[in-house]
């Protein structure tokens, strides 16, 4: 049974800095699969991060490149997503999620994803 729980959220002012995990369990992480991040605040539609594929390559939004990276720990099972000068229109549930692919897949949008965890709010006060 796959599993992820989120951990690292919390509220910081504008400007700050946090580094979300995510810890995966119930399947081999190093497989063929595509990890990534989502967010939804209140009121709005799910919005993908950033992604990491089984290859290492990274992809972001537009709205977060230069200030946020997404990694993984293959030997931890766990997926980070390191966010710096943050500002209050991050605030939102950020979400890790993942899905099993085949070799030479592009990865779709993590919200789409086969399994997510429950999500970890992240607070941004100006």
């Known amino acids: 049974q796959v599993r992820m729980v989120e951990s690292g959220g919390g509220s910081v002012q504008a400007g700050g800095s946090l580094r979300l995990s995510c810890l995966a369990s119930?399947?081999?992480?190093?497989?063929?699969?595509?990890m990534g991040w989502f967010r939804q605040a209140p009121g709005k539609e799910r919005e993908g991060v950033a992604v990491?594929?089984?290859?290492?390559?990274?992809s972001y939004a537009d709205f977060v490149k230069g200030r946020f990276t997404i990694s993984k720990d293959n030997d931890q099972n766990t997926l980070y997503l390191q966010m710096s000068s943050l500002t209050p229109e991050d605030t939102a549930m950020y979400y890790c999620?993942?899905?099993?692919?085949?070799?030479?897949?592009?990865?779709?949008?993590?919200?789409?994803?086969?399994?997510r965890g429950q999500g970890t709010q992240v607070t941004v006060s100006s």
């Open positions: 999620a993942a899905e099993f692919v085949y070799y030479g897949a592009r990865c779709r949008p993590p919200p789409n994803y086969t399994y």
């Open positions: 119930g399947y081999t992480f190093s497989a063929t699969t595509c």
């Open positions: 990491i594929g089984y290859d290492g390559i990274t």
